[in-house]
Every structure is written in structure tokens, then in C-alpha cells.
């Protein structure tokens, strides 16, 4: 699933198509079936934590277009006939807008969507309001200290558990996925089997992760991401490297399944850099 430095470079690169105008609009979402946006200015791009929002004007009407990509949703401007042609062809489609801008005409298309919603503006930030601190977001002040006690509250459900399942509630971490979970767990030399009531008395533990998750995420805002292990040749420290060598002290990286929210999801770590005892044996994913 992307994560949010991917959803921050995605805004970065369709924000030229800000002002433009929309000619034509095809949402083949049941709930937007009807939905038309002919006539709409785009007003703006941004991200976040993983939503991308578009926001659209018409007279004194201002909508947000919300969708969020899941495992494997994309937005792609197409400009050329060919492959506007294929892509409109495509059950995989979810949006299509068709944007004029200086006398040009292109395709904004979003496929695979896991979710689209078109809102009022002043409803946005209300379905926004779950998203915890978000280190790349253009419309809020990141708190690191909001964050550490986002990150070690009770907020209910399964993230409650561990570290690890914490680090992938939205309502504590916006933009933190799979992939840079594993990381920054490494990089604080914590297990992700850590019991989160743990982390509660241990508040410089706690400020380091919420310290390392802002700044992998601003450091691959702007590039494709690599956590910068110093073999440039690795992109990763463990993540996806199980039964490999760790990177800094040799041991083989494991690799096994953690409940969390949205079920039970991959979780990579070195046990001799991050040795926290385990509450548990976990059950190794093979």
C-alpha cells in the first residue's frame, strides 16, 4: 500500500494541472455514478497521510475529490490518444477527468481506487479528523510531542497490542505503512513485538520513533524510498530481506506475521539488533 511519501510525491507531480478546468468527468464509483464536475476549476492537489485530495470550485461551490489508493490504486495523466484510448478501455478505471489547461487537453485518470468520495469543502476536514500527525502534511504543524502520545495512548482495537501494530494506526502516525514500519523499527533498534504499555513508560523511546518516522518520511518525499542503509546498492535495512543478513550486525533477518489493525500484516527485524523480549513467540510467515 502506498505509503505517504508516495501520495506527497504523487501531489507534487499532478499540482501543474492546478487551475485547469474540467471539460468532462466519468466517476465509475456506484455512490458518484451521476456525479458531474463539467464546468469546475482545480483549484488545488494535496496529500494526506494516504489520501489524495482534489479540490474543485464552481461559482462559490467548493468540492473535495478524496480517494485513497490502497495496495494498488494510481493516478496518471495521459495526454496522448493512444493511451487515453487503452486506459478508458480498462475495468479497472475508477475516475477519469478530462482537464483543459492553455489551450491543452489531458486525461486525469485514477485506477484501482480503494476509495472515492466527492464532498463538500467544509466537509473534508471532518472525514480527515481520525488522521493522527501527519510529517508531511502542507495544511498542518507537525507535533512531535502530540505524536509520542498519539503513538502510546489506548486508542481501542488491536494497535493497542505492540509497538509494531501501533506504528500502522493512521490515527496515530498518518502516512506510515508496511515498508517504513519495518524501518524505523530498525533504525530504533526496537522489536516490533514491543507491548505498547511498554513504550507508555518509556517516553524517550518513544519521542525517538515518532524523531525517525518524521524523518524517513521527509527524507523519501522527494525521491523513490530508500532508508539509506550505507551499501547504496540495498534500499532497505530489513524490510523484505528475511533470511538474509542484517545489514549492521550479521544475523539473519526474520520475518513473521503481526496482528493489527486491518488484520495481520508482514513484519521484518533483525532479533539481534532488536532484542526486546517478546510477549510471545510469534508464528513465523515462511
Known sequence: MPEGDTLFRLATALRPLEGATVAGSDLRWP????????GARLDSVR????????????GSRSAVLLSHLRMEGRWEVLDDDAGAARALRSHRVRAVLTLEQEGRRRLLVGTSLGELRLLPAAEAPRALAHLGEDPLSTTRT?????????LTAPLGGASDGSLGAALL???RIAGLGNVLRAEVLFLARMSPWTPLEVIRDRLEAAAA???LSRDVLVANRARRRKTTPESWSERYWVYGRDGRPC???GAAVRRAELPGTGGERAVFWCPQCQPEALPGPPRDAG
Not at 496529500?47 to 464552481?58: N, V
Not at 507537525?142 to 498519539?150: E, G, I, T, V, Y
Open 47 to 58: 496529500a494526506e497521510g494516504k489520501r489524495l485530495l482534489l479540490t474543485l470550485s464552481s
Open 247 to 249: 545489514l549492521y550486525c
Open 142 to 150: 507537525f507535533d512531535p510531542a502530540r505524536a509520542a502520545n498519539l
Open 169 to 171: 494506526d493512521q490515527r
Open 31 to 38: 455512490s458518484l455514478a451521476t456525479a458531474r464536475l463539467e
Open 209 to 211: 520513533v515518532v524523531g
